[in-house]
């Protein structure tokens, strides 16, 4: 997995400042964005973030943001167990 790009971290500060914990649609999201990025840049990061975790689906077309410190927790996790797993194999 990738770490988030600095347009994607921006969208996800965006999103979490006016929605918080909240749901929210598709369509608020394009709306909240558009002064910023265009509409296949709102989408294609919202996919990514289901993707990654960042988002979970709520229902059709609504998702809810996870607070960062939980999404931080999980990939880092994950990251230092495969570090862990890759320097046992090499010694």
Do not use: H, Q
Not at 8 to 21: A, P, R
Not at 75 to 82: A, I, N, T
Request: zero cysteines; aromatic letters at 18%.
């Amino acid at each position: 997995m990738r770490w988030l790009k600095k347009r994607e971290v921006v969208i996800y500060y965006l999103l979490e400042k006016k929605f918080g914990v909240n749901e929210f649609n598709l369509g608020e999201a394009i709306d909240y964005l558009s002064p910023y990025f265009s509409k296949k840049v709102t989408i294609n990061a919202i996919r990514y973030f289901y993707k990654t975790g960042i988002l979970v689906k709520t229902g059709e077309l609504r998702y809810r943001v996870i607070p960062w410190e939980e999404y931080m927790l999980d990939v880092s996790f994950k990251y230092l167990r495969r570090r862990a797993t890759l320097r046992r194999r090499i010694r």
